[in-house]
């Protein structure tokens, strides 16, 4: 069984188990979250489709851990110019773990 959720603009794929990294989320860890943005729940043959999304499906999650991600480097050059800059941004994101999925 797997479904289709929405969180921080994004679409993952999740199963029961399952641990993945969402946008930064307002929680402490070891406490749960309720995804119930449910774009699509799918058990063996049986898909069902939210328009668009289902209407009392939700996904149970548990928060792991609240990290930052590597750095990415941001450089910007002209030629014939002396113009260059650098930055970085390191994005925050929550882990999280999939505990169960009701549709």
């Known amino acids: 069984m797997?479904?289709?959720i929405q969180t921080g603009g994004k679409q993952y794929r999740v199963s029961e188990g399952d641990i993945l990294r969402v946008e930064l989320l307002e929680k402490d860890p070891?406490?749960?979250v309720v995804f119930d943005q449910v774009l699509l729940v799918a058990e063996n043959t049986d898909i069902k489709v939210g328009m668009p999304t289902l209407k009392g499906a939700t996904v149970e999650a548990e928060v792991i851990r609240h990290?930052?991600?590597k750095?990415?480097?941001i450089f910007k050059k002209k030629r014939t110019?002396?113009?260059q800059r650098t930055q970085g941004h390191r994005q925050g994101f929550t882990e999280v773990r999939i505990k169960g999925i009701k549709a």
Do not use: G, L, M, P
Request: charged share 25%; aromatic share 20%.
């Open 81 to 83: 110019t002396t113009y």
């Open 67 to 69: 990290d930052r991600a």
């Open 71 to 73: 750095k990415v480097f």
């Open 30 to 32: 070891k406490q749960a």
């Open 2 to 4: 797997y479904a289709v």
